[in-house]
Every structure is written in C-alpha cells, then in structure tokens.
C-alpha cells in the first residue's frame, strides 16, 4: 500500500508561529556560544516571541476554523487568542527576568531558550486537535519547566521545587494517557472531533469507562492548573523556582490546561456535560476554599501567590462550570486579565530581590511606601486587582465569570464563590496595610533594570484599563470564541 | 479457559507480583534486574496484541539500552547506605488504601465493558494482513507527521536540560 505525503503549504503556514518560536530558541542557543552579554540573549528571544505574534496575527481571522496535518492540528480563534495570553506571558517574563537571573548567577541562554520551547508546548496544546498532539504539547511545555524550575542549581530549594515538580507531573501524565487510553479503547480514534461524535453515534456517554476515562482527563489537567486536591506541588515548586520561572508558571501552564480543557470538555465530550459538570463543582469550591483560606497563614509571599493563584484557578473554572460560549467567554477573558495582575506582582516581588537579599517575607513590604512610593502604589494595584476590588481588571474579571454562573442558574455556586472572593481580600489587603502603615524594619533597595519598568508599566496601565474600559478586552474574546 | 485466556493470565499476573517485587526489594540491583524480567513480559503482552515491532521496541530499547543507564546510575549512588532503609516511606499505609480503593473503581466497571463494533481504521485483520511495522511505517511520516516532529523537539529539551543541569559551572 503506498501512501501519498500530504503534506501542503497550507500546513506548514498554520504552524508558522510555533516554528518560529522553536526556531529562535534554536539560535539562541547557539548565540549563547558567541554573545557574552545575555541581555542581548534575552533581546532575540523577544524579537523572536513578536515574530510569532506577527506571524499569529496574520492568520488571525484570515481563515475560518482549518485543520491541518491529517486533522491533527486546529486553527481557530480560540486557539489563536490563547496564543496570545503566552506570547503576552513570554515577554513580559523575559522582561523581569533579566535582571533578576544575574543577581542569581543564573543567566544562561538556555533559559530564555526553554522559555520558548515551553511556549511552542503551550501554543501546542492550544491548538491540538488530536489527543497525541495535544499530549505531546503538554510533555514539551511541562518538561521545558521542570528544567526551568531547577535552574538555580546551588540552591537545594531549587532542586528540591524541581523533582518534586517532575515526580508529580509524571504522575499526572500517566493519568492523562490512562484517561486518554480508555477513551480510545471505547471511541476508537484519539481525534477530539471524532470522539464527540463517537459519543453521541455509538450512545456510549452513560458507559463508565468513558466516565473514568474522562475523569483521568480532567485529573491530569487539574495537575497542570493546580486545582485543589491536586495542588499540593503547587507551594512547593512557586516557592522554589526562580520567581520570574514563577511568574510564567503560574500563567502560561495553567493557561494551557484551561485552553485544553475547554477544548476537551465542551469539544469532545459536550455529550457528557452532566457527568463533568458534578465532577468539576465540587473541585471548583474545594479549590476556592483551599486558595483563598490557607493563603491566610503564609508568611512567604511566593508561597502566599502560589495560594493566591490556586483560588485564581477555582474561579476561571466557573466559568467552564457554567458550560456556555459566554461562560468560556468569561474564563477566557478572566485569563487574560489575571497574566497581567500576578505578573505585575511577580515583577515587585523580583524587585526586593536584591544582592545578599531575598525580600520573600512580606515583613520585607512594611514601610515600602514611604522608602520607595512608586512601587508600593504598583503593588497596591495589583493586590487590589487580585483581591477583586474596583476600578481594577480583577473586579471585571471576577464579576464576568459571577454573572454567566449566575445566568446558568448556579447561583448556590456563585454565592459561594464571592463569599471566598472576599476572604481571600483579606491576605491582599494585608500587604497593602504593611506598606501603608507600618514602619519599615529594614531598609529595602530595589532593583531595578529598563525592562522591568517596562514590563512594570504595561502590566500596571493593563490592570487599570481594562478595569475601566472592559468591553473591549471582552469583544476581543467573543469575536475570538465565536467559531468555537 | 481459551489459550488466549492462559496466555494474557500469565502475563498479567507475573507484571503484577514482579512490579511488586520491584518496588520492596533491599537492593537496588535487584529491584532493576526485576524490572527487566518486567520489560520482557510487558513486551509479551505486546505480542498479545498482534504488535509484534512494538514488542520488538520494547525489548531493545527499554530492556536493552534504558536498563544499561539504570545499572549506571546505581553504580554511581551508595549502596550501603540504601541497603540498610526500608524501601518504603512511612506514608505507605495510606498508599496502599488508595490503591486497593482504586483497584475496587477498576473492578466495579469491569462488567460494565460492552463489546462494541470494531472501531477505527486500523483493524486486527488490515494489520495482519500487512504486518504492523508497515502500519507504522506508513503513518508515522504521513499522518502522524506532526506528532512526531513534536517528539524530536521535546527529545531536544531533554537533552539541553541535561546539559544544562549537569554541566561543570563556570563562574
């Protein structure tokens, strides 16, 4: 039997940005050879990054919805638009990683090069459209931040947040092939499109095997985006990593493990949205409540936005909860919004690191607005964008998904949620009252470099804008989900 | 009981009290050689499967070359020291309930697995018509295109990130 290579033109330019992205890395792993200066290392990344964006934006609405690669691979605007929330996390990663890596002694270009690679595993998983694609995208993204989170060598946390990190996420990709074996074993295809339709064909939507298999699914992404009970690695591995590596783990990956379980659930298994929806409230609150109230007792502020970013996770999950376009609409949007926030806040943290300094422990952040005003007022914009609080973006963030659960008729839900909502106020408010009002212990010299300010005011101006200026971002994502 | 039945029992039984036997002996020596005896009856069940390449993979890679790299390792840790601690953590009790709970899961939807009309493209009879190395052959490069040049990307991360973490500092 002979079988033709159909292999088109059409296929390669569908996959142009994350060639890109795997491309650059490439050379900038050999640049790192000849080039002492690493900044320069760090500047081809991100030409690199907006290289892809171009090359995003230029399929973006050109074409509808195409599969390429024998179906293996979809683009749509779903797709694309969360290809835009990872290039917005790459750069603004490498922006306030610069400085920080050096103070370090950790810059390597192999660091800017596997921050491209876990993008391209990312971008990956966004678009797959067949469960060996969208698997391997995990393993590129997740591997790619195993090595990443162990960086800083010297450091037995490091190593310690790394294997831990590792051990857990292999764990957790064995539940995935299970999940996606079993699946395979009843549907016969891996082919996302296929199985649904396989589902409602064949009837099987009531077999427990694909209730099983399914539920190994969604434990395995609950991994990625850390949802309680399956977050346990999650304080650990923030606290450990480098915090720029933290910063773009805690948006990237759990970025990707929402793009994929929107596409999983409401794509392959829409037939079986009474089955995911019981199994993903109870998470979803568990989550909230695990976030919002252990973060109360932290004293380090990695580990307190690891929780932070935890509870972040029970609320964009409502918004898949709610099991409509709208209701992605809103986790969607809800994603974007919060890249910024916790990178903005990732960035003020970096900031206190400074020689012979670590400036985790948030004693470090009393008395910061009257030594250094300006990035107490940052810090206090996000912390309240975080927390939920108006005019921020958090607040609209929030209040999107709230509404689509609501309109769903999950109010108990709802209710609940904003309950958490308003206790996990209280650990961002503390920071704020330790800046504002208390006496500084210390004296606290910040460290600043061109890209971090950047990095800083883009974040800061985001927050505010889309805080007052909403509709936009969201017209962005409906126009975006609309083909979905 | 069918020969089929007999063989597929073997198999699976001996995976199941040689995995065990992997994971509770002293030595780490022994626990590697273990699972080597477990690589070659994984790859017979392969070979229940009608996929004789795969069976063949198995042998060479993880029982040929991945095991070498295990025996290495061990041989650069100290083993007088392992020798000497029980082999399993303290939470183990706790382990061992989950597991047999989820053993319970498997069993209950056991008899709930319906036969269903052979699916997808790739049946037993057109594999064994053509052999599965030529199934394989015949999509890896064509269907299967994308995923495997994902492959060589994340093999490629694999090995910088060796490098990376393994390499001599220089300051």
């Not at chain 1, 926030?341 to 400074?354: Q, Y």
């Not at chain 2, 070498?68 to 083993?79: E, P, R, S, T």
Request: aromatic residues 12%; glycine residues 8%; charged residues 10%.
């Amino acid at each position: 039997m002979d079988l033709p290579i159909t292999i088109t033109l059409m296929d390669i330019r569908a996959i142009v940005p994350e060639l890109t992205l795997i491309c650059v890395g490439l050379i900038i792993m050999l640049l790192d050879l000849v080039v002492k200066k690493k900044d320069l290392v760090a500047l081809a990344g991100i030409a690199g990054t907006v290289l892809a964006l171009f090359g995003t934006y230029k399929l973006y609405g050109v074409t509808d919805t195409q599969f390429v690669f024998s179906n293996m691979f979809v683009l749509d605007g779903y797709a694309n638009f969360f290809k835009v929330i990872f290039y917005i996390n790459l750069i603004l990663t490498i922006c306030i990683s610069i400085k920080y890596m050096e103070i370090e002694k950790s810059s390597f270009g192999e660091y800017y090069a596997l921050l491209l690679f876990a993008t391209s595993g990312m971008m990956i998983m966004a678009s797959a459209a067949d469960l060996i694609v969208l698997y391997l995208g995990l393993e590129l993204m997740a591997l790619s931040t195993y090595i990443l989170t162990g960086l800083m060598r010297k450091q037995p946390r490091s190593n310690e947040a790394a294997i831990k990190y590792f051990f857990l996420g292999a764990f957790s990709s064995a539940f995935l092939l299970y999940g996606i074996s079993l699946t395979y074993g009843m549907t016969g295809t891996t082919n996302i499109k296929e199985i649904a339709f396989a589902i409602s064909t064949l009837g099987i939507a009531d077999n427990p095997i694909m209730y099983l298999g399914l539920i190994f699914m969604i434990v395995a992404f609950s991994f990625k985006v850390a949802l309680a009970p399956f977050h346990m690695w999650a304080p650990d591995v923030y606290e450990g990593a480098p915090t720029s590596i933290t910063a773009f783990m805690s948006v990237g990956p759990k970025a990707a493990g929402f793009a994929v379980m929107g596409r999983i659930l409401m794509g392959a298994f829409g037939d079986m949205q009474a089955q995911w929806v019981t199994v993903l409230i109870p998470l979803a609150v568990l989550t909230m409540a695990t976030g919002s109230i252990i973060a109360l007792s932290q004293t380090n502020i990695k580990r307190m936005l690891a929780y932070s970013s935890i509870a972040h996770a029970g609320y964009i999950l409502l918004g898949i909860i709610a099991g409509t376009p709208e209701g992605l609409t809103a986790s969607v949007n809800y994603l974007m919004i919060y890249t910024f926030m916790n990178i903005g806040a990732f960035a003020i943290v970096i900031m206190l690191r400074s020689k012979g300094f670590q400036g985790e422990n948030l004693d470090d952040y009393k008395g910061l607005a009257k030594s250094h005003p300006v990035a107490a007022a940052l810090m206090l914009i996000f912390m309240f964008s975080l927390a939920g609080i108006p005019p921020t973006a958090g607040f609209i963030g929030k209040f999107y998904v709230f509404m689509e659960l609501i309109g769903s008729g999950y109010t108990p839900l709802a209710i609940i949620a904003i309950i958490f909502s308003a206790i996990s106020a209280f650990f961002y408010l503390r920071i704020v009252v330790y800046m504002y009002m208390k006496d500084a212990e210390q004296e606290i010299v910040l460290t600043q470099s061109p890209t971090m300010n950047i990095a800083l005011a883009v974040t800061s101006v985001m927050v505010l804008v889309l805080g007052i200026f909403p509709s936009f971002l969201l017209y962005f994502v409906r126009y975006s989900i609309m083909g979905y | 009981m069918t020969l089929q039945q007999i063989y597929f029992g073997y198999f699976a039984t001996m995976m199941t009290i040689i995995s065990l036997l992997v994971v509770s002996r002293k030595n780490p020596v022994h626990s590697v050689l273990w699972m080597l005896v477990l690589f070659v009856h994984m790859a017979g069940l392969y070979l229940f499967l009608n996929a004789e390449f795969l069976a063949a993979v198995q042998i060479i890679v993880y029982a040929g070359a991945i095991m070498v790299l295990f025996l290495f390792v061990i041989m650069l840790l100290n083993l007088r020291k392992e020798e000497k601690e029980f082999r399993l953590q303290k939470q183990w009790p706790v382990s061992a309930v989950t597991a047999v709970l989820f053993l319970v899961v498997l069993v209950s939807i056991l008899g709930k697995i319906t036969v269903l009309p052979e699916l997808g493209e790739y049946s037993i009879d057109m594999i064994n018509a053509q052999g599965s190395l030529m199934t394989i052959g015949n999509v890896l490069y064509t269907k299967y295109l994308l995923p495997f040049e994902i492959a060589s990307v994340l093999l490629l991360v694999a090995i910088v990130g060796a490098v990376v973490l393994a390499k001599k500092r220089i300051e």
